[in-house]
């Protein structure tokens, strides 16, 4: 079905960006079916897999989806801008006409934009430190260290190499606890199971936190399939790994 909602953006880029310009009707029509088919991407991700939010087509090809998509919506909002500065110039002192230099520009500006916005999300997420003072706190929970990764979403943009890089940068950092939160993975088990392997939670049972060099593995999980608990990402691992801690 035609995703008339995720096309709002590119049928007002092919309205007020690409009719306008000086090109001849060919390109324009090139042009036009280009953005409507980028737009269409939700559309061609629920054909692959059944849900919009896991595209199963190679990941060259979803960095591109990715890049277009994004750049039709800054477009859009760039175009738009432009239209309400034409039209305040227009009311004030008359004229008003957006220069075909301002579109290209903005066109430039929103390709540049989006291509940094998907390179910045296929890294390796940077860390952040947060320090926590939780009054009344126990002695030996002081200096305690979480690492919280949170809505991972492994799938064909984040696979397993991916996921392993995270896992051996997790891993490095010493922490006491690392808790994974949110989505943990895009798609079903069965088109996962690959790239999922590296964050399978170490068995930790009998340890104590304050003596092991292992960080324990914690993951909340709620409404997920029942294979996914038994490939041993599951809240039973809380229980096995405890909560116990000493002063180091």
Known sequence: MFHLMFSLPSLYVLARFVLPLPWATGAKVALA????????????????SGSVFSPEFPRGLVFLFNWAFGAILLLALMQIALDVTGLVVRLLRGGGAIPHGARYAAAIAAMLLSG????QARRVPPLKDVEIAIPGLAPQF????????TDLHISRLFPKEWT????????????????????LIDGSLEARRADVEPARPPTCKGRRLGHSRQPRVLLRLRGVDPSLRRHGTARARQRACGLEARRR
Do not use: C, F, K, N
């Open 116 to 119: 940094l916005g998907v390179y």
């Open 142 to 149: 002081d200096g305690y260290t979480l690492l919280q990764l």
């Open 33 to 48: 079916i280009i953005l409507l088919v980028a737009a269409q991407y939700h559309l061609w991700s629920r054909l692959s």
């Open 164 to 183: 392993q890089a995270v896992v051996e940068r997790s891993s490095t950092l010493g922490v006491d606890l690392i808790v994974v939160t949110g989505d």
